[in-house]
């Protein structure tokens, strides 16, 4: 099990099942939507606190065109980056977001 103090410590990633492998980012609001829910069930089953402590990143096909969007929206937390981390300057934009 893990405590309300552990969550702190806990990120999760999110990345749609369809978006695997396929180059294919979910829009910012079907992202954030899913964030949402997800963040809203650990403010049910711990606090909202606690939930608001804990980190939700988006994982899918995140690239130097994308990121801006998704970065803005308010329950995504970070990014986990597949194939564009492969490409320096791709990486390096995608780690310098602007929102």
Do not use: C
């Not at 806990?10 to 396929?22: L, S």
């Not at 980012?25 to 608001?52: C, L, M, N, Q």
């Amino acid at each position: 099990d893990v405590t309300e103090e552990e969550l702190e410590s806990v990120v999760i990633a999110y990345e749609p099942v369809w978006a695997i492998g396929t180059g294919l980012t979910a829009t910012p609001e079907i992202a954030e939507d899913v964030h949402k829910y997800i963040r809203s069930w650990f403010k049910k089953a711990y606090s909202p606190e606690a939930a608001e402590k804990m980190r939700i990143q988006y994982g899918g096909s995140v690239t130097p065109e994308t990121v801006d969007e998704l970065m803005a929206q308010p329950d995504i937390d970070g990014a986990l980056v597949g194939g564009a981390s492969l490409d320096g300057e791709k990486f390096g934009r995608i780690m310098n977001y602007k929102v």
